[in-house]
């Protein structure tokens, strides 16, 4: 299964709950999170296709942004994006 397919998955189900999400494009950064999501609160979510893990660099800014109380998600699978979405059900 590829990346994209994750991803417009992660798009329809935060869409049909009702929340907001936006591609991001980071000026002068790299390795920053692929997504902005926006339900009961912001998450910046890293999108991998099944199996495939953050690179140093992803991770190193993902542990930055927590640090400053971002909070951050990779997600590899459609089970991933489930789980996520009933965290954000949750609140």
Not at 28 to 52: C, I, M, Q, T
Not at 61 to 76: F, H, K, N, P, S
């Amino acid at each position: 299964m590829r990346e994209s397919k994750i991803e417009a998955y992660l798009v329809a189900e935060v869409t049909k709950l009702g929340g907001e999400v936006r591609k991001l494009k980071w000026i002068g950064r790299s390795h920053a999170p692929d997504r902005f999501v926006a339900y009961n609160g912001v998450w910046l979510v890293e999108l991998k296709a099944p199996g495939k893990v953050e690179r140093p660099g992803q991770t190193r800014e993902r542990e930055r942004l927590t640090a400053q109380g971002v909070r951050c998600r990779v997600i590899d699978s459609l089970l991933g994006v489930d789980t996520f979405i009933e965290g954000l059900r949750r609140g």
